[in-house]
């Protein structure tokens, strides 16, 4: 299959900085999003060294014999000892987290994606929106539980409050998994600055439009604005299809990644 894609990164109408990250391999092998915290600078520093050490270990390992879910167990265990290490070296941040989701292109056609923290992974095919991975915040855990309905999530208090994230002691390994794509699927990493704003069935009714990705990115962007931009917003849309492309039309269709 084919990989189309584009990505976009927003600060939002309330904040004064950008503490997300997100990168997109030029050939489409794999995809980072990284939601910081931690204050201005903090957040940004922890989004930024994630983003870099998952890149680096991916670009690194890729052609070695390492199985894909140990792979991507590994780069984000090297980003969590990235953070934890500038904390170390600079006090100041001592607090700075970060949660990202990572999908990675390396066994034939079949996708693996890691995650910690709540930024997301969906998979639109067709008309169905499916929210492939689980969100670790408090108020996720409640819903599995079946001590809370998602409705009554929306509002709750600690809906932020993160169960995991990377840049602490205490961070075991992110949850991997497999992911099941054909022909068509279209894909979507973010930061929850977009679904904080957008409902799923409006976050699915912008990627089946026939528009391209960077459209459709730009137009989940606007869209999270539009319903207030409380949050910094990232997304990388993915479009995969078995038609012929050639390569200027892949590259007009990239992201580029942020430099924050």
Not at 186 to 202: A, K, N, V, Y
Not at 229 to 234: A, L, Q, S
């Amino acid at each position: 299959m084919k990989r189309l894609f584009s990505g976009l990164s927003d600060p939002g109408l309330l904040r004064t900085s950008n503490q997300d990250s997100h990168y997109a391999d030029p050939e489409g092998r794999f995809f980072i999003v990284a939601d910081g915290m931690g204050g201005h600078a903090g957040g940004q520093e922890a989004s930024r060294l994630a983003t870099m050490a998952i890149r680096s270990h991916l670009e690194t390992s890729w052609h070695s014999q390492l199985a894909s879910a140990t792979l991507l167990e590994q780069a984000c265990a090297a980003a969590n000892t990235a953070i934890l290490q500038d904390q170390y070296e600079h006090p100041e941040r001592a607090d700075m987290g970060t949660t990202t989701v990572v999908l990675i292109f390396r066994d034939a056609d079949m996708p693996w994606c890691a995650h910690v923290g709540d930024s997301r992974l969906y998979c639109l095919r067709g008309k169905q929106l499916q929210q492939v991975t689980e969100d670790h915040t408090w108020v996720a855990s409640a819903i599995r539980a079946g001590e809370m309905s998602a409705s009554e999530s929306k509002q709750h208090p600690w809906r932020h409050v993160l169960s995991q994230c990377l840049g602490r002691e205490d961070f075991t390994q992110a949850e991997v998994q497999r992911v099941a794509v054909g022909a068509g699927d279209r894909l979507l990493l973010c930061s929850d600055g977009l679904t904080e704003e957008l409902p799923d069935q409006i976050i699915g009714a912008y990627l089946e439009s026939d528009r391209g990705c960077e459209a459709i990115a730009a137009g989940l962007v606007k869209g999270a604005k539009q319903r207030g931009g409380r949050d910094n917003i990232t997304v990388i849309v993915i479009a995969l299809t078995e038609m012929f492309e050639s390569s200027s039309v892949l590259e007009s269709q990239s992201g580029s990644p942020s430099r924050r």
